[in-house]
């Protein structure tokens, strides 16, 4: 089944990757799926920036849509959002969503290192898991903005930064 999607720029600089609804794409949706209430998918920087992302499964979110806050796991890049009626776990009465994230030692990694069960954020999309990222010939840290050898790096918030 093909998803199509739409991209929205928003003014603090976040780009959002959103799911235009269907009835093929509704007469997909289960409970049992995990991927199957995401709305959109939110990234915090530019993924052109960034060869590979880590990915957790949040399955304790207060909010469907909100961003995702996490502690000591490095730097948050994007996160879903759900839609109006993704279902609460009856248990937790909370959301399951996805976190994507780099941690310290990913951004100290030479390019040609990639490591293992990773995604390339160009590939995940809303309902879509995402696929490994593709091995290239590269020289240089990773990502271009977090080198040592860049004189100007962006800030990183502390909404998109995690405490160690």
């Given at each position: 089944?093909?998803?199509?999607?739409?991209?929205?720029?928003?003014?603090?600089?976040?780009?959002?990757?959103?799911?235009?609804?269907?009835?093929?794409?509704?007469?997909?949706?289960?409970?049992?799926?995990?991927?199957?209430?995401?709305?959109?998918?939110?990234?915090?920087?530019?993924?052109?920036?960034?060869?590979?992302?880590?990915?957790?499964?949040?399955?304790?979110?207060?909010?469907?849509?909100?961003?995702?806050?996490?502690?000591?796991?490095?730097?948050?890049?994007?996160?879903?959002?759900?839609?109006?009626?993704?279902?609460?776990?009856?248990?937790?009465?909370?959301?399951?969503?996805?976190?994507?994230?780099?941690?310290?030692?990913?951004?100290?990694?030479?390019?040609?290192?990639?490591?293992?069960?990773?995604?390339?954020?160009?590939?995940?999309?809303?309902?879509?898991?995402?696929?490994?990222?593709?091995?290239?010939?590269?020289?240089?840290?990773?990502?271009?903005?977090?080198?040592?050898?860049?004189?100007?790096?962006?800030?990183?918030?502390?909404?998109?930064?995690?405490s160690a």
């Amino acid at each position: 089944m093909l998803i199509e999607t739409r991209t929205v720029r928003h003014p603090d600089g976040t780009q959002e990757i959103v799911c235009i609804l269907n009835d093929e794409v509704l007469g997909g949706w289960t409970p049992r799926r995990p991927l199957a209430f995401e709305k959109s998918v939110v990234w915090l920087q530019p993924i052109t920036e960034f060869e590979f992302v880590r990915v957790a499964h949040v399955r304790q979110a207060n909010s469907r849509r909100g961003p995702l806050i996490a502690r000591g796991a490095g730097m948050v890049v994007g996160y879903s959002t759900l839609t109006v009626d993704a279902p609460r776990d009856p248990i937790t009465n909370t959301f399951s969503r996805r976190l994507f994230y780099l941690t310290e030692s990913d951004l100290q990694l030479n390019l040609n290192q990639i490591p293992p069960a990773v995604l390339d954020p160009k590939t995940i999309l809303p309902r879509v898991e995402g696929q490994p990222p593709r091995a290239r010939n590269l020289d240089r840290g990773y990502p271009k903005w977090a080198c040592q050898s860049v004189v100007e790096a962006p800030s990183v918030t502390a909404s998109t930064r995690l405490s160690a």
